[in-house]
């Protein structure tokens, strides 16, 4: 949630309480208190996007480390594969061609060429143990391919439920303000005689600016006056 958006659900919810504490003058069933039921609705909304938004954030920041790790993971099964390959072009010439290692391509493109080798490398399996490799390497490097395509997902799910919920938060501002918007010449109506209560409500429905940053000091010296 952005810091103005946090200080709007802020000022909502003292709203609320002004609301609560004088329900006896604005019933369910007057304009005004179907617009605190609004505004009661939309701070519940935003609270659960707002978790959804923080989880999404979460997911993504997850699983983008989780990706780059598989990624590497990845390319070094290929690195094995691919310098035990060049070896076996000695005996069996062109097969190396089969194992290239994809340097600089997208993630997509990484998984795919190490399909194909997982693919490609099925028959030669026994030539690859031979020259060290560990007896399971292709299930490794399988095991490795479905560990990245994972972690791409889940950045994707991620991504997905974070924009969902950022969409819904803009949304149940909007509809949040809209209520102020029509408290407000309620209240300064009905309190228009009631200078602390008219008080209270500007001070719960006043959004506060974001603290601004000192200005930083200048070493100019000031010019002085003519004399």
Known sequence: MKDTERRRLEMFIRVREFGSHHAAQFPPTSFAGEQFAILDSVIDALESHTSAQASGQGTVRESTSSKAAARDELMSDLEAISRTARAMAL????????????????????????????????PFKAAFIKRGLPAA??????????????????QAQGDESRTTATAAIEMEMERGMNA????????????????????????????????RSAAPPTNQLETPPAT
């Open 91 to 122: 005996t069996t010439p062109g097969v190396s061609e089969k194992f290239r290692v994809p340097h600089n391509q997208s993630h997509q493109d990484v998984l795919a060429v190490a399909r194909a080798v997982a693919m490609n490398a099925s």
């Open 137 to 154: 390497f292709i299930e490794d490097l399988k095991a490795d391919i479905e560990e990245m395509a994972g972690s791409i997902a889940r």
């Open 180 to 211: 102020l918007r029509e408290l407000d010449p309620i209240m300064r109506n009905t309190f228009s005689n009631d200078a602390a209560t008219l008080a209270a409500w500007t001070g719960a429905s006043h959004v506060e600016r974001s603290p």
